[in-house]
């Protein structure tokens, strides 16, 4: 009898899967949600543009379109071969290796930069050579070794030439060890 009861199970036939729910409803929802939320932004950014260019005096714009732009296309001029020279350390010897690039608009200066060369590298070898390890290893104090190399640079070629029109000084490569 026990195993009539175990047949009778089996052969049973199963109940149909139940259907899945379905999330519509949800997805609704959301889509609603985002459109107006996005809707919102839009209207507030339109109001917003609408309201500050109301605000804003004519003489500005006017500015705007009168920016000037570099009268010519930037120059650089490498220093080669790059700077090597020991840093102020009283634990051990530390070293820089330094690749210097000089940015100007002025195809004349990047002339008279290289006929003054040799006394601009000795300048820089004397500044490089005066800096802190602890200096160097922050992004501020790298940042300021470029400002006092391009004050250097500009002061050399305004007692050579009378004038300095370099723009930047860009350091292509920086190793310390």
Do not use: C
């Not at 107006?36 to 932004?41: D, M, P, V």
């Not at 690039?101 to 006929?115: A, P, W, Y």
């Amino acid at each position: 009898m026990a195993a009539a009861k175990s047949e009778d199970v089996i052969d049973a036939p199963l109940p149909p899967p139940a259907a899945p729910r379905k999330g519509g409803g949800l997805v609704l929802v959301l889509a609603a949600v985002l459109l107006s939320t996005l809707g919102g932004g839009g209207a507030a950014w339109f109001v917003a543009q609408h309201a500050l260019a109301a605000a804003q005096p004519k003489g500005e714009e006017d500015a705007e379109e009168q920016v000037e732009l570099p009268s010519s296309p930037a120059q650089y001029f490498a220093l080669e071969p790059a700077f090597v020279v020991n840093l102020e350390d009283e634990r051990a010897q530390r070293f820089l290796q330094v690749q210097v690039e000089l940015m100007s608009r002025d195809g004349k200066t990047l002339e008279q930069i290289e006929r003054h060369a040799p006394r601009i590298r000795s300048q820089l070898l004397m500044l490089l050579g005066q800096q802190q390890v602890a200096d160097l290893s922050t992004r501020a104090g790298k940042e300021a070794l470029q400002a006092a190399v391009l004050a250097e640079v500009k002061a050399i070629l305004m007692a050579e030439t009378g004038e300095a029109q370099v723009e930047a000084v860009y350091f292509t490569s920086f190793v310390m060890q």
